[in-house]
């Protein structure tokens, strides 16, 4: 067993010896296009969690003016609350607003000497959120009203992004990765043919197909498993450097929830190079090594 | 209806190969019993190596049956053929040794490649350097050899796993009379060990000399089987510039 596992290796061995321009062909063309796949899952997977992590459909928030005062807050709470689409609204007070605020970004910044610049706020939920940017624009016209944020577009905002990740990423990868495999099996190709002697004299002594293929598809997947390795360690590597550099510039994006565990990456990405690659030399070796 | 299993080494029956419209064989019969030494003559495109590549299952024939060691050869599966090269040593004309390795190596190979453990592999390598008379260029590459050291060379790994069979396909193809004649001397001694031994030629001093079986094939049919003797005569009037 440990003879045949020997023999099986030092067959692989040679094969990606054999051929060294077109395997770092292959093995970066795979690199890339996982860096591509891999990006675009990191992407969508912020993007995923940032959805979640926004307030239902059924929201909207309500930023009245600073110089509003509390009795003018309660009167138009009032209001909104006597419409027939409204279900609930909820009073989040300027000073308890500031506190939360000075509280989050109390390592960051010292908030305590400044006055505070917030307004109150209103969280406007309705019982259909088909009627929530209608409830909105109403809301809007008030002369207290600042500003009105609909959670709705905000979800279809980050859903629009995702969608552009999810089309341009995955698309571009998955050209990418298709022209991967398809070098893969070229370089398997190449192999098979240049050890043609060897693949002939397997055959005439009555090694098993399987005997003669596998070293060939291990070559594919050490192919796709190198690819994928540098791939990971470059995505993992790059997103890390992003992240904190944008989190250097914008301390808001602190409050971003986290994205996707790197372990995942590192061990994810290697392990479909490797899959894909051992795919591709197989469909090499059912085609081109016969006995 | 399923044929009765044969007791002999190798036999066709009724066996023709067709490609398109072109007969490479055309209802050949052929029985060779086990200890037999067998020289298959004839041209250059007779159907020697399309008989051979029967043998071992590299086609398939159109019609009739191919029995090689009891197993109907026409009918088994891609993954049987291994089992049975396995009890056959074949010297293909076409697939000299790996170059990139050395004697030693090349007879290590199938054996490694048919799963034998490095201890037995050491073993069979050193018997078979020993029957052909290499063992002084064990560790030479197939460059530094001469024609007749390749070939034996050749012989030696299609022996390595013990076959009760050998075929060899032109294995005296452009090597020089006396070195020819070495080879045949070896196959013929390894004949005597009890291996049946099937052997093409178009090479007729050594078919006169070694004085063995001899099937003549002509344009895909046997013309003639000589239990013991020369050259055909058949084939002699037919080509008689081809025999040398």
Redesign the interface.
């Known amino acids: 067993m440990i003879d045949r596992f020997r023999f099986i290796v030092n067959e692989t061995w040679a094969s990606l010896r054999g051929n060294l321009a077109m395997q770092a062909a292959a093995i970066s063309t795979a690199c890339i296009a996982l860096i591509l796949l891999g990006s675009a899952a990191m992407a969508l997977y912020k993007l995923d969690a940032l959805a979640q992590s926004l307030p239902n459909a059924f929201e909207a928030s309500v930023f009245l003016h600073t110089t509003v005062s509390r009795a003018q807050t309660l009167k138009l709470k009032a209001e909104i609350e006597a419409m027939p689409e409204v279900a609930q609204v909820v009073l989040v007070p300027r000073e308890v607003a500031w506190e939360q605020e000075k509280q989050k970004y109390k390592d960051d910044v010292n908030l305590a000497d400044l006055p505070n610049p917030l307004p109150d706020k209103l969280i406007v939920r309705v019982h259909q959120a088909e009627t929530l940017p209608a409830v909105s624009a109403r809301i809007a016209q008030s002369p207290l009203v600042d500003e009105v944020i609909d959670s709705q577009a905000e979800l279809e905002m980050v859903l629009g992004a995702a969608r552009l990740v999810r089309w341009v990423g995955l698309g571009t990868g998955g050209l990418l990765l298709l022209s991967a495999l398809l070098l893969i099996y070229n370089a398997v190709r190449l192999t098979i043919h240049a050890r043609q002697h060897e693949v002939q004299v397997m055959a005439l002594v009555g090694a098993t197909l399987r005997s003669i293929r596998l070293p060939f598809v291990l070559e594919g997947m050490v192919q796709g498993l190198l690819g994928g390795i540098i791939a990971a360690l470059i995505t993992v590597l790059s997103a890390g450097l992003l992240s904190e550099y944008m989190v250097s510039q914008w301390p808001l994006l602190k409050d971003m929830p986290p994205g996707l565990p790197p372990g995942m990456v590192l061990v994810g990405v290697p392990i479909l190079g490797m899959v894909l690659g051992g795919l591709c030399a197989s469909w090499a070796t059912l085609r081109y090594v016969r006995i | 209806m399923r044929s009765e299993t044969t007791k002999a080494m190798v036999e066709l029956k009724g066996v023709s190969v067709a490609f398109g419209e072109q007969y490479a064989l055309r209802r050949v019969n052929l029985k060779v019993e086990a200890g037999e030494f067998v020289f298959l003559v004839g041209a250059t495109g007779a159907g020697k190596s399309t008989l051979f590549k029967l043998l071992?299952?590299?086609l398939r024939p159109t019609e009739g049956e191919v029995w090689v060691l009891g197993q109907p050869v026409h009918r088994l599966k891609?993954?049987e053929?291994?089992?049975?090269?396995?009890?056959?040593g074949?010297i293909?004309q076409n697939?000299?040794l790996?170059s990139h390795k050395t004697v030693w190596e090349n007879i290590a190979?199938?054996?490694?490649?048919?799963?034998?453990?490095?201890q037995a592999?050491r073993q069979r390598v050193a018997q078979m350097l020993a029957l052909v008379g290499l063992n002084e260029q064990a560790r030479q590459y197939p460059h530094q050899l001469s024609g007749g050291e390749a070939q034996r060379a050749a012989i030696a790994?299609?022996l390595?796993?013990n076959p009760p069979m050998l075929i060899a396909d032109e294995p005296t193809a452009n090597l020089d009379p006396d070195t020819s004649w070495e080879i045949i001397e070896l196959l013929l001694r390894i004949n005597l060990r009890g291996t049946t031994v099937i052997v093409s030629t178009h090479n007729r001093t050594i078919v006169d000399r070694a004085c063995q079986r001899v099937v003549a094939i002509d344009r895909g049919q046997i013309i003639s089987d000589v239990p013991r003797g020369g050259y055909p005569i058949e084939l002699e009037r037919l080509y008689p510039s081809v025999a040398l």
Do not use: D, F, T
């Open positions: 071992y299952g590299a891609p993954r053929l291994p089992y049975l090269r396995r009890r056959m074949i293909p697939y000299p790996l190979y199938g054996l490694r490649a048919i799963g034998y453990s490095e592999v790994r299609a390595a796993n």
